[in-house]
């Protein structure tokens, strides 16, 4: 694990503004906080070179795609072998329908996040995709009837506090 930054309640505003928005400009940014646009430049600049800030995102609608059907594959495989998981990782990542893989502990190894057509769709996916693969032992399906984002990623002691203010409670 990678050790965690530093962050003061600056920081803590601008990720929870980018994160709701991240085309938000710059100035908008610095109004919104109470700084100077260059010092919220260089603070952003800070957060990305420290790797608080991986990159930027375009989020897509799947249904808008022609991909209406989302799902969630629980997948064992077996033997659990490096020298057979890592060409199944590769293979599922470059699936048009993959749209998350984890990898997991407990019964099952993987879970993936599919979005398809239609069930016909889906259970090409599964035969064609997964269970034809040799290593795959099982897979289970379950459908996403609805997802909901969550609020935005904050440091553990900024969770803490009162909603909105990223700041910890005061001692009492």
């Known amino acids: 694990m990678t050790d965690s930054i530093a962050l003061d309640t600056v920081d803590l505003h601008i990720l929870r503004l980018l ?3 991240a085309r938000t400009t710059y100035r908008d940014l610095a109004a919104e906080v109470g700084v100077a646009p260059s010092t919220c430049l260089d603070r952003v600049a800070r957060m990305r070179r420290t790797g608080v800030i ?3 995102q375009l989020r ?4 808008k795609m022609g991909r209406g059907l989302e799902a969630l594959l629980s997948v064992q ?6 020298e057979l998981i890592g060409p199944f990782v590769e293979r599922i990542r470059t699936l048009p329908e993959s749209r998350a893989l984890f990898h997991l502990t407990g019964p099952d190894d993987y879970l ?7 069930t016909a769709d889906l259970q090409r996916l599964v035969l064609d995709e997964f269970t034809s693969r040799r290593e795959v032992a099982r897979v289970e399906t379950r459908l996403i009837f609805q997802q909901w984002e969550c609020g935005p990623l904050l440091p553990p002691a900024a969770t803490t506090a009162g909603p909105g203010t990223g700041q910890a409670p005061e001692p009492g």
């Not at 897509?60 to 249904?63: K, R």
């Not at 993936?112 to 239609?118: E, Q, R």
């Open 19 to 21: 994160q709701n928005d």
């Open 54 to 56: 991986l990159g930027h």
């Open 60 to 63: 897509l609608d799947p249904a």
């Open 77 to 82: 495989v077996r033997p659990h072998r490096r």
């Open 112 to 118: 993936v996040h599919v979005a398809v057509t239609d």
